[in-house]
């Protein structure tokens, strides 16, 4: 464990690149079912240099679920459900169909949509969305995720953000971006080493790990108002901060007493209690849902294995039993599943179904670390060496679609996927 958490401080110290703020998208795979979708351009989509309907079909197409049909003939355009051709529409192939129409109002820009069963003739919506024009991109990313819930009946994730560590020559960057890669914008930059970014429950602030002080120390920023403070800065290291589920509190990995050992403190630094006991490494603390319970990584068995412990304490419970090298677990926000990074001829990512306590390793890359489930549970952000360049990627939850989020200079690792913002 000290190997692995020194082997990635060391990626991160010197790797040597240079920034590009947004990442293009390479899919592979498809899902098990692909709905055929026609995505007609909104009328006056292009009056504030934002079109919509590019967004929309990229969102669709990346999941691997949909397969988005061009029109390109465009006496097939419409901006109503009643001048659609929708007998053309069937014969492209298309199973739904959307479009729309883009005005301003009051200083506000509103968005109408429909989503056509072209077989039908259904509207299953027609919907109606305003605001800042300055937001159209975020408000695409909305429309994609109503479409995508109401044609495959789970909630959609592309409005969420990640996070993610940009290393551009000597300096670190703590970015955000949204969940395609877009947008990119920098929290925090350094000149020392940043690590483990972790969304707060409400997507309003970042935990993470800065070496500015010359030492591991755990801070909380705020990033609406850019306000941040030291949520643990104990003697020795300060480490892997992870939230409640309230929002109240971090487990964190501190070696004040000696040894690496998980802390639950106040989310202002407050009343350290320990968690674990036994073993000399015990680190990548994360919640489960109820927030009764750590899952975390430990060598008390004498390899790196996943456990499970009460925050008010107790034996903890062996999760992983497969291999010799199971670590960095999340739970799914859905509580049914876990993603890990397992040894199976390489470091990859791992699912395990906690009903069944089958596992499943969906990638098959040699150096992938730091999984992160999407707020709808269906996908997992991850990264990997590609060239031995760090680089995001992303699984389906099944192993059957996977993305890599493209950046064409930058060092990127330890992605961190938000929860969905209202």
């Known amino acids: 464990m000290k190997h692995y958490f020194r082997a990635l401080l060391m990626s991160?110290?010197?790797?040597?690149?240079?920034?590009?703020?947004?990442?293009?998208?390479?899919?592979?795979?498809?899902?098990?079912?692909?709905?055929?979708?026609?995505?007609?351009?909104?009328?006056?989509?292009?009056?504030?240099?934002?079109?919509?309907?590019?967004?929309?079909?990229?969102?669709?197409?990346t999941s691997g679920v949909f397969k988005v049909i061009p029109i390109t003939d465009r006496?097939?355009?419409?901006?109503?459900?009643?001048?659609?051709?929708?007998?053309?529409?069937?014969?492209?192939?298309?199973?739904?169909?959307?479009?729309?129409?883009?005005?301003?109002?009051?200083?506000?820009?509103v968005v109408k949509f429909w989503l056509i069963d072209v077989a039908t003739k259904q509207e299953l919506i027609a919907y109606e969305k305003r605001g800042n024009p300055a937001q159209l991109r975020r408000m695409s990313h909305?429309?994609?995720?109503?479409?995508?819930?109401?044609?495959?009946?789970?909630?959609?994730?592309?409005?969420?953000?990640?996070?993610?560590?940009?290393?551009?020559?000597?300096?670190?960057?703590?970015?955000?971006?949204?969940?395609?890669?877009?947008?990119?914008?920098?929290v925090l930059k350094s000149r020392m080493p940043i690590m483990s970014p972790r969304w707060s429950p409400d997507g309003g602030k970042l935990a993470y790990v800065s070496f500015e002080l010359e030492k591991p120390v755990v801070?909380?920023?705020?990033?609406?108002?850019?306000?941040?403070?030291?949520?643990?800065?104990?003697?020795?290291?300060?480490?892997?901060?992870?939230?409640?589920?309230?929002?109240?509190?971090?487990?964190?990995?501190?070696?004040?007493d000696g040894g690496s050992q998980i802390y639950i403190v106040n989310v202002d630094g407050s009343n350290p209690r320990r968690i674990s006991q036994g073993g000399e490494i015990n680190t990548e603390p994360s919640f489960t849902g109820d927030g009764q319970s750590i899952i975390f990584t430990s060598d008390r068995g004498g390899s790196p294995q996943i456990?499970?412990?009460?925050?008010?304490?107790?034996?903890?419970e062996r999760m992983t039993f497969s291999g010799g090298y199971n670590a960095s677990a999340k739970i799914a926000p859905d509580g049914k599943s876990m993603t890990y990074i397992t040894r199976?001829?390489?470091?990859?990512?791992?699912?395990?179904?906690?009903?069944?306590?089958?596992?499943?390793?969906?990638?098959?890359?040699?150096?992938?670390?730091?999984?992160?489930?999407?707020?709808?549970?269906?996908?997992?952000?991850?990264?990997t060496d590609v060239g031995r360049r760090g680089t995001l990627a992303i699984v389906s939850s099944d192993g059957k679609v996977k993305q890599r989020l493209k950046s064409q200079n930058g060092e990127v690792r330890q992605p961190a996927w938000g929860p969905m913002l209202r």
């Open 307 to 316: 456990y499970r412990a009460s925050i008010n304490g107790g034996n903890a």
């Open 344 to 383: 199976d001829n390489g470091y990859r990512v791992a699912v395990m179904d906690l009903a069944t306590r089958r596992s499943t390793t969906l990638t098959s890359t040699n150096m992938d670390d730091s999984p992160s489930f999407a707020p709808n549970s269906s996908m997992i952000l991850y990264e």
């Open 142 to 186: 909305q429309i994609a995720d109503m479409i995508y819930e109401k044609i495959t009946g789970k909630s959609g994730a592309f409005a969420s953000r990640i996070a993610y560590i940009l290393k551009t020559g000597k300096a670190y960057e703590l970015q955000v971006a949204d969940a395609d890669g877009y947008g990119a914008q920098t």
């Open 219 to 256: 801070y909380v920023h705020e990033l609406a108002t850019g306000k941040r403070w030291q949520a643990a800065n104990f003697k020795g290291s300060n480490s892997s901060p992870a939230w409640s589920p309230n929002g109240r509190q971090l487990a964190v990995v501190l070696s004040k």
């Open 75 to 109: 006496s097939l355009h419409a901006y109503t459900p009643a001048n659609l051709n929708l007998a053309a529409l069937q014969a492209s192939g298309a199973q739904y169909a959307v479009l729309g129409q883009i005005f301003s109002e009051g200083g506000q820009a």
């Open 12 to 61: 991160l110290l010197f790797a040597a690149s240079t920034a590009q703020a947004d990442m293009t998208i390479e899919v592979v795979g498809v899902g098990s079912q692909q709905y055929p979708i026609a995505i007609i351009p909104f009328q006056n989509e292009n009056i504030d240099n934002q079109p919509v309907t590019p967004v929309i079909g990229s969102d669709l197409n």
